[in-house]
Each structure stands twice: as structure tokens, then as C-alpha cells.
């Protein structure tokens, strides 16, 4: 496999949640790596066999290796990894996980030429509106990295392989082929970036990881007409727990009333006022 900045660059950014694991349900776990999180599902009171969604921050892999151990026991079997996209914070982990288990990593056909070795990124934005978060991104990786041998196109029925009842759906705007997951049972949503709960541009909310119902990063987000389309579609489907990239997961009446909010108010309260893809919606 091809390494690329995007898994070996280590960034000197921080969470004060940074190396801890929380429940979100019992067979839905979340692991913060850096100023990212990746989720693990399965029921370690029912099986050793578990799936992954997304990989963390550049060199991250071992770190979630040692936590999936500690929670599923020594002997873990992971079964697959679902990426939403695959921006460097949700892949830096993938090449070294890859080589201790050769599973298929499932992605939606729109983010394979990143995943392929063949097309870079767009230049994260350092002059968008935001905070100093927002300005270091001109350090930010955008190179694609190439897991072709391990690459599998998401099933066009909406299932998702090793994750029977949840169903994938398109989220754009964030990325070309973001996706986001969603389960009818107990209703909730890893939405990846298409909204996160944390501000994600700001150095101080991040660091404390201040809970709040935001849109994506505003660095990386390069069609904000589909992205606000994308919220729409996620709080259509009335999630109860919402369990995102960046920032603590939320539930219940608190976060359902801050994602109608940001659907209801997106131009104003999401995407910034200036940018140089700010002005780059279909």
C-alpha cells in the first residue's frame, strides 16, 4: 500500500478527549483520536467481531488497535471499515490497520479516486471565515492515499456488508462521496463531517470539546448548497443520537431541536461569509 502525508503526517492538534472511549449505545462505541473520532460497532457481550467506521488521524492505527483489544478482548476480530470519506483525519490510521487485518474497506465510488492513489484533495482553505483552526489548515494533508487492494464500492441498495440494519446514504458537499449511516433501531446517525458537534474551526471550543450542533469544517467543505442539502436529508430522518467526526455525540430533544435549527438557518449559522468555495455551489 501506498503511504502518503495523509497517514504519516502527525498534526500538533488536540482534544482534551483525545486517547478516550464512551458507549454510545452497547454495541456502538466512540474513540477519539487527536481531534477526531472513529466508531466501533459491535456487542462485545455477544461476539469478538466488530466493524469500523472510519480511521483517525495520521498515524493513529495502533492507538485504535490497543482500544479495540481493550474492548472486544485480544483475540478481536475486525470484520470490515466503512469510511464516510476519506479526508486525512478520517483515514491516517487505515494503512496501518490494514496490514494487521486485510479486511475490504467500503467507500462511496465518488471518493475512490482518493482512495486510489489518484487524485488529491482540493487545498484545505486557510483564508475562510473562522477561527485558528481554520487558518492552520494550509498544513493540513489533502494527498490521496492508495488502498486500492482493499477497496469495495458500497451496495447500491443502501445495506451495508457486516452491518445488517444499518443502511448508508449519500451526504455530499463535505466531500464529493461523503456518506453518512443511519439505524432505524434506537435512531441514530454517524454522520461523519456532513454536521459535527463541536465548532469545528475554533481552537479553544475544540480543545474543550464545548457540545454544540454545527456544520461541517469550514476548511474542507467545498459545495455548501449540497452540504446544507445533506443536513436537510439527515435531519429528515429524525435521528435521536447523533454521532459525528468531530466533537462529543448528542442525543435526545436538546440535539434534535440544534439540527432543525441548522437545517432552518444553515446560510447564516453554517456556512462562513467568505472563502474561496463559498461561492462554489451547483
Known amino acids: 500500500m501506498k503511504k502518503s502525508p495523509s497517514t504519516d503526517r502527525v498534526l500538533p492538534v488536540t482534544s482534551v478527549k483525545d486517547g478516550s ?16 473520532n472513529v466508531y466501533f460497532i459491535g456487542n462485545p457481550a455477544f461476539s469478538n467481531e466488530w466493524v469500523l467506521v472510519d480511521a483517525g488521524m495520521p498515524e493513529s492505527g495502533s492507538r485504535i488497535l490497543k482500544e479495540a ?21 478520517h483515514v491516517g490510521g487505515l494503512v496501518h490497520i490494514l496490514e494487521k487485518f486485510p479486511v475490504p474497506v ?17 487545498e484545505p482553505d486557510s483564508t475562510v471565515q473562522g477561527g485558528l483552526i481554520a487558518k492552520m489548515s494550509a498544513a493540513y494533508p489533502k494527498q490521496a ?20 440494519g444499518w443502511k448508508w446514504f449519500y451526504t455530499p458537499g463535505h466531500s464529493p462521496g461523503h456518506i453518512s449511516l443511519f439505524r432505524f433501531e434506537g435512531r441514530i446517525v454517524i454522520a461523519g463531517d456532513a ?4 465548532k469545528q474551526d475554533s481552537f479553544y471550543k475544540v480543545l474543550v470539546q464545548k457540545k454544540e450542533v454545527c456544520g461541517p469544517p469550514v476548511y474542507l467543505t467545498t ?4 452540504a446544507w442539502e445533506s ?18 455525540p448528542m442525543r435526545g430533544p ?14 447564516y449559522v453554517a456556512m462562513p461569509d467568505y472563502g474561496k468555495y463559498v461561492n462554489n455551489s451547483n
Open 21 to 36: 472511549g464512551r458507549e454510545v449505545m452497547r454495541d456502538v462505541h466512540c474513540f477519539t483520536t487527536q481531534i477526531v
Open 69 to 89: 483489544a481493550d474492548r472486544f478482548g485480544p483475540d478481536h476480530k475486525l470484520k470490515a471499515i466503512v469510511l464516510t470519506h476519506g479526508h486525512f483525519d
Open 106 to 122: 467500503y467507500a462511496h465510488p465518488l471518493e475512490f479516486p482518493y482512495l486510489q492513489g489518484k487524485q488529491d484533495y482540493p
Open 145 to 164: 492515499i492508495d488502498i486500492s487492494e482493499h477497496l469495495k464500492e458500497l451496495p447500491k441498495s443502501g445495506d451495508i456488508p457486516e452491518l445488517p
Open 195 to 198: 454536521f459535527v458537534t463541536v
Open 223 to 226: 459545495d455548501w448548497q449540497i
Open 231 to 248: 443536513v436537510i436529508k439527515i435531519a429528515n430522518l429524525r435521528p435521536h443520537i447523533a454521532a459525528t467526526g468531530h466533537g462529543k
Open 254 to 267: 436538546k440535539m434534535a431541536a440544534q439540527l432543525v435549527k441548522l437545517v432552518n438557518h444553515f446560510p
